[in-house]
Every structure is written in structure tokens, then in C-alpha cells.
């Protein structure tokens, strides 16, 4: 059995995709894998939280209101009026009865969510914030691996592999930290936290994985995200490797497999 979370993105690129002629949008190929996400798993496979449920809204909301097909602005108002209504039952549609998980297990989620993010805050002063501590942290790399497995390869050629390592990595670090909150002019004021939403999203997910453990059922957590900067791993153009640092740290802490739609879809056509 699969429980499986999209995240506000997958949730709005569906919409849009299924609706752009109303909606007056672009379709992008992720909003088409977006859809395929809702037709491949069904009602009791889909895990709805609150905050994905209200995110989406006030975003479709206001893309809603942002369209302008006329220059009459009765006529506008009363068509941004139809969209945004017209926003609300459909989201309602994709997203009946958004599950409130026990607040005790939300806020020990919130919890280990706040460690998780003032580790990644961590990493990434001491190994990705600037090329100086890359090459310190592949030269590390380097002693260790000459050191334990005896290597009497090129001190060069190892250390340049552990610096294309370390450096593909920082991506996906460097994003997340990107928008993470900090005080940029020194003024004890620190700047918005832009992942706050999404720390709630894997809060409120892990609290309710962590209900159907205490009823000891076996399932698999996924989240569907295009959100290359928490969630999925990002990949780099011309590499094969991703940049999953986060990725991976949500798995090891919480056993929750992040990616993007498409291959949710493959990893769990088993279950579908």
C-alpha cells in the first residue's frame, strides 16, 4: 500500500493543465505529468493536508485575478469573479477532505522538521557556501579515502572527483538555503523563511505517517513535488547524477521518498 503526498506545485500545474483554456494559461510539460500524478493513484492512495489545501487556493486564487481579458473592468471583475469561484470548486474536487493529522504528533513533526532544516543550515556553512569550503571539504574526502583504502592513485585525480562531488551537492543545498531566513545586513532581523510552507507540508505528512505506524500498518510514503530545492533531487544539465543532499536527508530522517511526479509514478506502478 502507497500514501502519497503532492505537493502544492503538482496540485496547481494539474489544475492548470485540465483548465488552461479557462484559466487563460500556458501549459508546461510538468503540468501534464502533474494530471497523469491524479489519474494513475486513486482517493485512498492521495494524502491531502491543510496547508497544500489553502496554498494552492490562495495562489490559483491569485492567478486568477492577475488575468486580465478585457479592458472593461466590470467585465473583468465579474470574470476574475467566475475564476475564482470557479478555482474553489475544482481545487475541492481534487482536494475532498483534507486529513488533520493529532497536533501532538504535528508538533514533534515540527520539531524534528526545525532539526532537519539546522542541519542542511550546517552543511552548508561548513562544506558548500563558497569554493573554499568545497575544496577544504573534498580535500577531507580525499585523506580519507587515500588513508583507508590504501590508494596509491593520483592525490590529483582523487581530489578533483571528490570536487565534482562535493560541488554538484551544493546545488540543491544552495537552493534550499536560498530561502531560508537570514540577516543579511547584520541588524537582528532576519528575512522571511520562504520554506516555511513546505517545512509544514512534511510536518503535517510525517505526523500523519507517523498515525497509520501507531496502527501498525505497512505503507510507503512518497511526495510528489516539483520542488527542486527541498523535496525532489535536482538534476543539472549535461550530469547524470542529481544534487539530493536534502532529498536523501528527508528519507534517512522520516523514510519518505521525494521526487518528482513522473517517477512516483514509475516507482510505485506495482501498487497502481
Request: proline share 3%.
Amino acid at each position: 500500500m502507497v500514501k502519497i503526498l503532492p505537493d502544492t506545485n503538482v496540485v496547481i500545474s494539474a489544475l492548470i493543465y485540465k483548465h488552461k483554456k479557462i484559466l487563460g494559461a500556458l501549459s508546461l510539460n510538468q503540468d501534464e505529468d502533474a494530471l497523469k500524478f491524479f489519474e494513475h493513484f486513486n482517493n485512498d492512495e492521495i494524502i491531502r493536508t491543510l496547508t497544500v489545501y489553502n496554498e494552492s487556493k490562495n495562489k490559483l486564487e491569485k492567478n486568477a485575478q492577475n488575468i486580465k481579458l478585457t479592458e472593461n473592468k466590470d467585465l473583468n471583475k465579474k470574470i476574475v469573479a467566475y475564476l475564482t469561484k470557479f478555482v474553489k470548486i475544482e481545487l475541492k474536487k481534487f482536494y475532498p477532505r483534507p486529513e488533520k493529522p493529532l497536533d501532538s504528533l504535528v508538533q514533534k513533526a515540527k520539531k524534528d522538521v526545525r532539526d532537519l532544516s539546522d542541519y542542511i543550515t550546517m552543511r552548508y556553512n561548513t562544506v558548500y557556501k563558497d569554493d573554499d569550503s568545497q575544496r577544504k571539504e573534498a580535500k577531507r574526502r580525499t585523506k580519507i579515502e587515500i588513508k583507508q583504502q590504501q590508494n596509491k592513485g593520483s592525490w590529483k585525480v582523487i581530489f578533483e572527483k571528490y570536487r565534482e562531488q562535493v560541488r554538484i551537492e551544493s546545488f540543491q543545498v544552495k537552493k534550499f538555503m536560498s530561502k531560508e531566513p537570514f540577516d543579511k545586513n547584520l541588524t537582528g532581523k532576519k528575512s522571511k523563511d520562504k520554506n516555511s510552507g513546505d517545512k509544514r507540508i512534511l510536518a503535517e505528512f510525517v505526523a500523519i505517517k507517523r498515525k497509520h505506524e501507531e496502527n501498525n500498518e505497512r505503507v510507503d510514503f512518497y511526495i510528489a513535488s516539483f520542488d527542486t530545492g527541498f523535496f525532489s533531487a535536482k538534476k543539472i544539465y549535461g550530469i547524470t547524477e542529481k544534487s539530493d543532499i536534502v532529498t536523501n536527508e528527508i528519507k534517512e530522517r522520516f523514510e519518505i521518498i521525494c521526487d518528482i511526479p513522473s517517477e512516483i509514478i514509475q516507482q510505485c506502478r506495482p501498487h497502481v
